[in-house]
């Protein structure tokens, strides 16, 4: 009865800036972490950015320094703000949140796409 809603994507060009959003609605408890994923055609989908629920966060390195991942309790959402974009970011863009530690589950946004191209 979770779900996730996801909202940003788009077509911008080299350089350029986007941010998504990922808001849970429905009854979730004690959330673990909240992380976006993203995937390119022919490729494995890999993990961009986490925050856990300590406020902690870890990125991938090919986007260190230029997306930031932050989260905003009171309305359970996850942002991915994403600066200095490159043709290679280009993939549908996933949000994740697994709670826990007594109950644990994994919900996934339905994806949004972001494509960077002049």
């Known amino acids: 009865q979770v779900q996730l809603v996801e909202s940003g994507g788009g077509l911008v060009q080299p350089g350029g800036s986007l941010r998504l959003s990922c808001a849970a609605s429905g009854s979730i408890f004690s959330i673990t972490s909240m992380a976006w994923y993203r995937q390119a055609p022919g490729k494995e989908r890999e993990l961009v950015a986490r925050?856990?629920?300590?406020?902690?966060?870890n990125y991938v390195d090919s986007v260190k320094g230029r997306f930031t991942i932050s989260r905003d309790n009171a309305k359970n959402a996850v942002y991915l703000q994403m600066n200095s974009l490159k043709p290679e970011d280009t993939a549908a863009y996933y949000c994740?949140?697994?709670?826990?530690?007594?109950?644990?589950?994994?919900?996934w946004g339905q994806g949004t796409q972001v494509t960077v191209s002049s």
């Open positions: 994740n949140v697994v709670t826990g530690p007594l109950v644990w589950r994994d919900y």
């Open positions: 925050i856990i629920s300590d406020g902690s966060t």
